[in-house]
T-cell receptor, first 113, second 115 residues
């Protein structure tokens, strides 16, 4: 157990819908990262937050957004969902924004039908 | 742009065989290097990491990796694999002292160990 929690574990929804994925970092970690794992793209970085502020953006679609709240938990919002958004979404956390060691959560498996 | 290459997509070994998984990265500056393991249906777990110092790094479960700066490589090794090592292995880098810490991952290598 890494100490990073993610909910829900599984999510099945339809195209065009919107979903919210939630992540709670390890106690004491201020930085949260979101990654997407799919069969064709592999593991790709989406976005990073540090202490409530957006720190870095990767290959995140405009339909996707995220935020980090004062209690440091983070939410990833995916809207206008397409079949190709089906993937495993991981959250990771680290103490510093440089991410020397990142601890990963169990992931949310999203299936868009 | 940074990239990470893992040479083998799928490796099949018998128990007690030795393992070496290749990883090369491309980046002109100094990087931190990682190997993560993902057991079937589970999340990524850190196996080992290299920041600086001794280029031979020991990790958990008997794994080790060697950083060869001149070759931009960080290969993972284990002298004798077990059936329980069946998993997918990911090499990753991030920039040392970068302003952001996101990891760049390789495509992963699936390891299947036959009992």
């Amino acid at each position: 157990d890494s100490g990073v929690t993610q909910t829900p574990k599984h999510l099945i929804t339809a195209t065009g819908q919107r979903v919210t994925l939630r992540c709670s970092p390890r106690s004491g970690d201020l930085s949260v990262y979101w990654y997407q794992q799919s069969l064709d793209q592999g593991l790709q970085f989406l976005i990073q937050y540090y202490n409530g502020e957006e720190r870095a953006k990767g290959n995140i679609l405009e339909r996707f957004s995220a935020q980090q709240f004062p209690d440091l938990h983070s939410e990833l919002n995916l809207s206008s969902l397409e079949l190709g958004d089906s993937a495993l979404y991981f959250c990771a956390s680290s103490v510093t924004p440089q991410g020397e060691t990142q601890y990963f959560g169990p992931g949310t498996r999203l299936l868009v039908l | 742009a940074q990239s990470v290459s893992q040479h083998n997509h799928h490796v099949i070994l018998s128990e007690a065989a030795s393992l070496e998984l290749g990883c090369n990265y491309s980046y002109g500056g100094t990087v931190n290097l990682f190997w993560y393991v993902q057991y079937p249906g589970q999340h990524l777990q850190l196996l080992l990491k290299y920041f600086s110092g001794d280029p031979l790094v020991k990790g958990i479960k008997g794994f080790e990796a060697e950083f060869i700066k001149s070759k931009f490589s960080f290969n993972l090794r284990k002298p004798s694999v077990q059936w329980s090592d069946t998993a997918e292995y990911f090499c990753a880098v991030n920039r040392e002292r970068g302003s952001q810490g996101n990891l760049i991952f390789g495509k992963g290598t699936k390891l299947s160990v036959k009992p």
